[in-house]
C-alpha cells in the first residue's frame, strides 16, 4: 500500500498563496488516482481535487474553482495543489488520499498524515 506525506500548509494572509506537496511511497504511483481533501474544525472532510494517472482528467470543488491546481508528477513520485487567492474559509487541514479506484468517499484510498493551512482575514 502506498504511503503518502503531505507537506508545504502553514499560515497565510486572505489573497496570498501557498503551494502543498504529497509525496508517495511504496505503491506504483502511476496506477493511482490523486486526489486532495480537506476539513475544517467541525465540519466532514470534503472534496478539492482529483487528477488521474495521465494529468489529462482533473476535477475541482466549485468552492476552489479558478483559485486552486492540482498537478503531478509521476516521475517524482509527487502531487501538488497550488492554492491561490485564499480565503479565511480555506482554513483546514488539507489531506492527499490516492486510490487506483476509489469508491465515492474514498474510503477504501491511501491517506497522508494531513498539513494545516490556515488563513488570516
Known amino acids: 500500500q502506498v504511503q503518502l506525506v503531505e507537506s508545504g500548509g502553514g499560515l497565510v494572509q486572505a489573497g496570498g498563496s501557498l503551494r502543498l506537496s504529497c509525496a508517495a511511497s511504496g505503491g506504483t504511483f502511476s496506477s493511482y488516482l490523486m486526489g486532495w481533501f480537506r476539513q475544517a474544525p467541525g465540519k466532514d472532510r470534503e472534496f478539492v481535487a482529483v487528477?488521474?494517472?495521465?494529468?489529462?482528467?482533473?476535477v475541482y470543488a466549485d468552492s476552489v474553482k479558478g483559485r486552486f491546481t492540482i498537478s503531478r508528477d509521476n516521475a517524482k513520485n509527487t502531487v501538488d495543489l497550488q492554492m491561490n487567492s485564499l480565503k479565511s474559509e480555506d482554513t483546514a487541514v488539507y489531506y492527499c488520499a490516492a486510490d487506483p479506484n476509489p469508491t465515492p468517499d474514498w474510503s477504501g484510498a491511501s491517506w497522508g498524515q494531513g498539513t494545516q493551512v490556515t488563513v488570516s482575514s
Open positions: 487528477i488521474n494517472w495521465s494529468g489529462r482528467n482533473i
